[in-house]
């Protein structure tokens, strides 16, 4: 079992920043993938960034020059800085950690980004 624990969410205004984290701990396999995804309300949940071991990376079209996701495998942790925020970014965005080994996901509980006009 892997344990994500989210944190960073919040309140900002429009053009703000914000870094949400996400730390796994329990059984983190060394060949993995992680990933952000967000929900607004009424919508589909969508993939924001991923990054895979070896520091591959990929963006949502509407967050790319925006958003940069990052990892530190030592402290088993992802990154996402979120910059020049827009109101369309509202969302409770989860974490998401897949051992690429197993074929195994495991997601964190969520955390609120709230962007106000």
């Known amino acids: 079992q892997v344990q994500l624990m989210e944190s960073g969410g919040g309140l900002v205004q429009v053009g703000g920043s914000l870094t949400l984290s996400c730390t796994a701990s329990?059984?983190?396999?060394?060949?993995?993938?992680m990933g952000w995804y967000r929900q607004a309300p009424g919508k589909e949940r969508e993939l924001v960034a991923g990054?895979?071991?070896?520091?591959?990376?990929n963006y949502l079209d509407s967050v790319k020059g925006r958003f940069t996701i990052s990892r530190n495998d030592a402290e088993n942790t992802m990154y996402l800085q979120m910059n020049n925020l827009k109101p369309e970014d509202t969302a409770v965005y989860y974490c998401?950690?897949?051992?690429?080994?197993?074929?195994?996901?495991?997601w964190g509980q969520g955390t609120q980004v709230t962007v106000s006009s």
């Open positions: 998401t950690h897949a051992n690429l080994v197993t074929m195994t996901e495991y």
């Open positions: 329990g059984s983190v396999g060394s060949i993995n993938a």
């Open positions: 990054i895979a071991t070896g520091g591959r990376t």
